[in-house]
């Protein structure tokens, strides 16, 4: 699975690139931004489906050690990095009060940014050892279902109705864990058409930006489709090292990403810069290049706290948290 995870963040790198490339390049082609759209119903399903295809082994594990991981792999870069973004915006943006976004607990807990991804695993984690009494398979629907009543204005509804969504993808992957070999070595008559089905949700996303955005019953069905049809194409596609590697260290591309593609956008503005090659190659080394190239870092204290005196069982595995991610 670490190629659809690397794959799927490289995914959400690209699309963070693609609105500024939009605004400070004319003349880019429409039909990268049409990608990205038709993309959106599955990217960030995906990631949160392949966390939750590694939580009964998370389970396994005595529950100290289980909650240890989870604060060390995703409580803690959570609250680094809401340190940094919230310090690194406060900078370029220069507001006249310089500190609004550190004293705004529902922004720092809700998840500022793209932070959000990893406050609403978070939750799921918390709300994971569940599992253990009640099946996983139980979860998704309900969840799903439970997400379209909560369309009221405000943070907190949006925040619980995002939670409540992407949880049932998290639970999904749960619940297919167990039968996963089955199911990837399934005949490629349903799957096929469920890849096929994905295409035609992914060109009616791109018509109608409302569908794609909507969390929902409905969307949940259809997205959970396109993310079922990818997981049974995953041992199917060509061998990438390079994906692999970057799935194992997803979190760090998910985390640097969108920080350093505000801080070349800013710097872009700053400077003055026009040249078309110019900001895209700018905005491609920030947004791509940068992020990947700190991979190797992902088990150091800037994406993972893992105390000298942790044994190897309790050290979080980069990997784990699918490192992100719109």
């Known amino acids: 699975m670490d190629i659809l995870r690397g794959l799927a963040v490289l995914l959400v790198a690209i699309f963070h690139i693609q609105y500024p490339l939009m605004e400070r390049v004319p003349g880019t082609p429409d039909i990268i931004l049409r990608i990205g759209e038709a993309l959106q119903p599955f990217r960030m399903p995906l990631l949160f489906f392949l966390s939750g295809l590694l939580l009964p082994r998370s389970l396994t594990k005595p529950p100290r050690a289980y909650t240890t991981g989870k604060l060390r792999g995703i409580a803690w870069p959570f609250a680094l990095w809401t340190v940094i973004v919230a310090i690194t915006f406060e900078a370029l943006w220069r507001d006249e009060d310089r500190w609004w976004l550190l004293t705004d607990a529902t922004a720092m807990l809700t998840g500022w940014q793209h932070l959000w991804f990893l406050s609403v695993l978070l939750v799921c984690y918390a709300v994971a050892p569940l599992t253990r009494l009640i099946p996983a398979w139980v979860l998704p629907l309900p969840l799903a279902f439970a997400s379209s009543f909560l369309t009221s204005d405000g943070t907190w509804m949006e925040y619980g109705e995002k939670t409540l969504w992407y949880a049932a993808f998290f639970f999904a992957g749960a619940a297919v864990a167990p039968i996963l070999v089955h199911w990837q070595r399934l005949s490629?008559?349903?799957p096929t058409a469920m890849l096929l089905f994905g295409l035609a949700w992914g060109f009616l996303a791109v018509q109608d930006q409302q569908?794609?955005?909507?969390?929902?019953?409905?969307?949940?069905?259809?997205?959970?489709?396109?993310?079922?049809?990818?997981?049974?194409?995953?041992?199917?596609?060509?061998?990438?090292?390079?994906?692999?590697?970057?799935?194992?260290?997803?979190?760090?591309v998910y985390l640097v990403n969108l920080t350093t593609i505000t801080i070349a956008f800013e710097s872009i503005d700053a400077l003055g810069i026009e040249d078309p090659w110019a900001i895209?190659?700018?905005?491609?080394?920030?947004?791509?290049?940068?992020?990947?190239?700190?991979?190797?870092?992902?088990?150091?204290?800037?994406?993972?706290?893992t105390p000298r005196s942790a044994s190897a069982a309790d050290r979080p595995v980069a990997a784990e948290p699918p490192s992100p991610h719109r």
């Open 188 to 190: 490629p008559v349903v």
């Open 211 to 252: 569908l794609r955005t909507t969390l929902g019953f409905s969307t949940f069905i259809l997205s959970l489709v396109g993310v079922l049809g990818l997981t049974w194409l995953s041992p199917r596609l060509p061998r990438s090292r390079f994906l692999e590697w970057v799935g194992r260290g997803s979190i760090v």
């Open 280 to 305: 895209t190659t700018i905005l491609v080394v920030a947004g791509l290049i940068v992020p990947v190239a700190m991979v190797p870092l992902a088990r150091t204290p800037l994406f993972a706290w």
